[in-house]
C-alpha cells in the first residue's frame, strides 16, 4: 500500500511542481475505517500544498464506506470535481466499482 502511496505523491508532486496555483488536483480517497494509509497521504498533499478553499491546490473527498451500495453517490462525488473550471487532475487512489462510469461523465463533460 505504501508503493501505491509514494505513487501517488510522486505524480501530484510533478502536477503541481509546475508553478503555483491556477489551478486544482482533486484526491480521492477512502475513509480512515477502509484505507488510513491513502487518508493520511492526502492530508499530508493538503498541508504541503494546501486546500483549494483556502486558496489552495488540493481538493480532496473520500468516497462512501459503503460504496458497492452507493455506488451513484461515488460517481456524483468524482463528476462534480469536474464542475471547477480550475480542476486538472483527478487521482484516485484506488479504483472502486462506479469509478470508470465517473470517468466516461467527466470525459463527456470536458
Known amino acids: 500500500m505504501k508503493k501505491y502511496l509514494s505513487y501517488l ?27 488510513e494509509d491513502g487518508l493520511r497521504g492526502a492530508e499530508e ?12 491546490e488540493i481538493v480532496h473527498i473520500t468516497f462512501p464506506d459503503n460504496f458497492m451500495q452507493e455506488m451513484e453517490t461515488t460517481i456524483s462525488q468524482m463528476v462534480s470535481l ?16 462506479g469509478t470508470v462510469e465517473a470517468f466516461r461523465r467527466i470525459r463527456e463533460k470536458r
Not at 510533478?14 to 477512502?30: P, Q
Not at 469536474?82 to 466499482?97: H, L
Request: proline share 4%; net charge positive; charged share 20%.
Open 45 to 56: 498533499v493538503i498541508k504541503k500544498y494546501g486546500s483549494a478553499d483556502k486558496g489552495g
Open 82 to 97: 469536474a464542475d471547477d473550471p480550475k480542476m486538472k487532475a483527478i487521482v484516485i487512489a484506488e479504483a472502486i466499482p
Open 9 to 35: 505523491l510522486m505524480l501530484l508532486l510533478s502536477v503541481i511542481t509546475f508553478g503555483k496555483s491556477d489551478y486544482h488536483v482533486g484526491i480521492i480517497t477512502g475513509t480512515v475505517s477502509q484505507s
